[in-house]
């Protein structure tokens, strides 16, 4: 099992929403949990491989969570309401809060705001991103806790450019839903590409064509 905790990790395993801190055993099976969940997604994983690499007994695991689907919850759920979003405003508040001469300064923030997140916090957000899809119960609460919270407060961002008229009146949703889906895809990109060693993957130019992109379809200029 790795030495190395993510950051939000040490946070989850300091205790629950009641402030009852974990076992050193349970501590052991939610760190190895995030692990085999990370690495192989929840379907492929099994308990017993969660055991061995937590040096439990698998019998261990079901006194503290009744089936695996218990344990990938008891993982994801207090990620997303203690952790994540706390983490994604605390990481976020300074873009959302600055004032911005045009809409691609922006983007760009959002950019480099987000790489670093995803550097600290690269193995909640793969098992979030791998099982959300399948759990309707945790498409509702990352849609409530997460996406809601940080949706709306870049709509006021767009409506503010609107306002002063240096922008198209599209609906903010969708200047924020366009604008998302090219920032998160250049990311997951650049993550899962452009980092590998044999990878030909220029940067700078990546990241300055996805934001000419979304000005150009946006109708805006830089």
Do not use: C
Not at 157 to 184: C, D, W, Y
Not at 208 to 219: K, N
């Amino acid at each position: 099992m790795s030495d190395t905790k993510e950051e939000w990790i040490e946070e989850l395993l300091r205790g629950d929403e009641e402030g009852r801190k974990m076992t050193e055993k349970q501590s052991r099976i939610v760190q190895a949990a995030i692990e085999v969940f990370a690495e192989k997604g929840y379907a492929a994983s099994s308990t017993n491989e969660i055991a061995q690499r937590a040096g439990v007994a698998e019998g261990t695991i079901f006194r503290h969570y009744k089936t695996k689907k218990e344990l990938l919850l008891g993982i994801v759920a207090p990620a997303m309401t203690k952790l994540i979003t706390p983490f994604v405003l605390r990481g976020f508040n300074n873009v959302l809060d600055s004032e911005y001469d045009s809409y691609d300064q922006v983007l760009r923030a959002m950019i480099e705001n987000r790489i670093e997140f995803l550097r600290k916090n690269r193995n909640v957000l793969k098992i979030l991103m791998q099982e959300i899809p399948f759990h309707p119960e945790m498409q509702e609460r990352f849609q409530r806790e997460v996406l809601g919270v940080v949706l709306e407060r870049l709509k006021r961002i767009v409506a503010k450019f609107q306002t002063n008229g240096h922008m198209a009146e599209l609906p903010s949703a969708t200047v924020v839903r366009l604008s998302i889906s090219a920032i998160m895809g250049y990311i997951a990109v650049r993550t899962f590409y452009g980092e590998r060693e044999d990878a030909v993957w220029d940067d700078e130019r990546e990241r300055e064509d996805t934001i000419a992109f979304v000005m150009r379809g946006l109708g805006l200029t830089r």
